[in-house]
Every structure is written in structure tokens, then in C-alpha cells.
């Protein structure tokens, strides 16, 4: 590992940003590196423009993955070698507004149900009652777990804040399963590795996005892990539960992320709706004479 590599990860981990994330802002200044074919420190900011443009308008980087790379360069640049360039801030993509993805009950049902392995089917059904995101609840302990009075405690969520959500007793069911036919190997994580050199460590990110995608196109559906609790949410505000409280549930810091479900359940009322009126309608075409 190079000198100057080893820096940033150690400004990295003293501004206290996951391991994860110091993983993917190293392998973007990485990638730009194997791109200009040059050291970092030799690269210049027209160089930085037209490597942006290449991943853009030519590997059709996504907004998300072109997001992570600038987060990640931007670090690099302005707090390891000192360099503040405008064109870090001007190639950002702009936001976009997307509507999450909702299930029907019926869906979630059906894909939960297809997934034979316990310790999946027990974390894909806490991160749905519980509105969990995946790094959440691979990290969940045994003592976090409050069986009496049906609590889940939430640590280190995003932003580093700890919360206390409610498990439903479907979720309280399925982990007491697990429970019963867990690994012995000292660790408390709930859901993890049982072989190999990772023993005792948390479920990885990817083997759980892998098994909700194969049990979901099984059932003719193109979901996620976060689709769950995009759904779980848009179900509590359909039982009319407040944002505040969905806010609170979702470990949302701003009260703004949170209205995106407003709009989604804004359309099941107008479907609701229509379909009312549609058998007014069908009763009185049969009617008439």
C-alpha cells in the first residue's frame, strides 16, 4: 500500500466514516488513477473534467455511482492533497426524484415465503416489519433484541445515531426460529458467517441483496432489500400512522425524505377510489333496463 493511500485511510477513519464507504471512495481515486495512468498527485483538474465525462457519456456510469466517486475524489483532492477545484462541485449530477418502489402485501408474502434458508428469510423479514436497511440489520446483536416487549435496539444506523423500533410478532417468530438453529462460534451477531475465514463476522451486503433478488424474480418481480422498507413505511402511513413517527421508525434526519411517501400513498387512495367507483358504476349499467 502506498504512503499517500494509507493517509487517506487514515483521515478516513478519523473522520469516522464506515469501512464500506472508505472501500469505495479508495477504489474511485483508484480508478481514476488506472484511467489518466498517472499518480493522483500529478493529475490535473482538466483531467479530472474529462474523466467525468468518459464514465458519464461513455461507461454510463449511474447518478449513484458517479455521486460515490465524486464524494470520494472530492475527499481525496481537498482534504489529502489540499486542492480545491470548482469542477469537483460543477460536475455533481443533479438530484433526481424518484417515487420508491412499493410492494402489495400479496408480493411481499410471496417472495418472503419462496425463501427456504432461515437466516434469509428471518433478515429479509426484519428488514420489512422493522423498516430496516440492510447494513442494519446485518448488524443486529442477540442483546439487541427485546422478545418481551417486542423491541428491536437499532445501533450506529446512518449518521451514527442509535434508535428503538417495534418487531412485529411475525419478525419475533422468525428470529426465534433462527435463533434456535444458529451457529455457535461466540459472536453475537444474530445473522452471520458460519465457515470459513470470515466465521462470526455479519452476513456480507451482497449475499443478501443476491437472495432477495433470485427469490424475487422467481416471483416475477424486480425488487430489493430497500423496496421492503420503502413498503413497510407507505403501509404504516396507509394505517395512518404520522411522519413523525414514520420519521423516528425509518431513522430519516430530515422530516423531507420522509413526505416522498405521501405522494405513493396519495395514489393508493386515488386507486382505492376509482375502483369504488367503477363497481358504482358497474351496479348501475346492470340496472337499467
Request: aromatic share 6%; charged share 25%.
Amino acid at each position: 500500500m502506498t504512503t499517500l493511500r494509507q493517509h487517506f485511510i487514515e483521515l478516513l477513519q478519523s473522520r469516522g466514516i464506515s469501512r464500506h464507504t472508505q472501500t469505495t471512495y479508495v477504489r474511485a481515486v483508484r480508478q481514476l488513477a488506472d484511467h489518466v495512468q498517472k499518480s493522483p498527485v500529478e493529475i490535473s483538474e482538466d483531467e479530472l473534467r474529462r474523466y467525468f465525462l468518459h464514465v458519464k457519456n461513455e461507461c454510463h456510469w449511474s447518478r449513484a455511482s458517479m455521486t460515490q466517486a465524486i464524494c470520494g475524489i472530492k475527499r481525496f483532492f481537498e482534504q489529502t492533497l489540499r486542492r480545491e477545484w470548482r469542477i469537483l462541485d460543477v460536475v455533481r449530477p443533479p438530484k433526481e426524484k424518484r417515487l420508491p418502489v412499493i410492494l402489495t402485501k400479496e408480493e411481499v408474502r410471496q417472495i418472503l415465503s419462496s425463501v427456504r434458508l432461515l437466516r434469509y428469510r428471518a433478515c429479509l423479514t426484519l428488514i420489512y416489519a422493522c423498516g430496516l436497511r440492510i447494513k442494519e440489520a446485518l448488524h443486529v446483536q442477540v442483546p439487541d433484541i427485546d422478545k418481551a416487549r417486542m423491541l428491536l435496539h437499532v445501533r450506529l444506523g446512518k449518521g451514527g445515531k442509535d434508535r428503538v423500533v417495534y418487531v412485529s410478532k411475525d419478525a419475533v417468530k422468525a428470529l426465534v426460529a433462527y435463533l434456535k438453529i444458529r451457529p455457535k462460534s461466540g459472536s453475537k451477531y444474530v445473522f452471520l458467517v458460519s465457515k470459513g475465514p470470515y466465521r462470526g463476522q455479519p452476513l456480507s451486503i451482497r449475499s443478501i441483496q443476491k437472495r432477495m433478488r433470485y427469490h424475487a424474480r422467481k416471483a416475477a418481480l424486480n425488487a430489493s432489500c430497500h423496496h421492503l422498507r420503502h413498503t413497510m413505511a407507505t403501509q404504516m402511513l396507509n394505517a395512518g400512522a404520522d411522519l413523525a413517527t414514520i420519521q423516528d421508525l425509518l431513522g430519516h434526519s430530515s422530516i423531507t425524505t420522509t413526505q416522498r411517501y405521501c405522494t405513493v400513498s396519495n395514489l393508493k387512495v386515488q386507486t382505492d377510489y376509482f375502483k369504488a367507483m367503477e363497481k358504482v358504476m358497474d351496479r348501475t349499467n346492470e340496472n337499467r333496463p
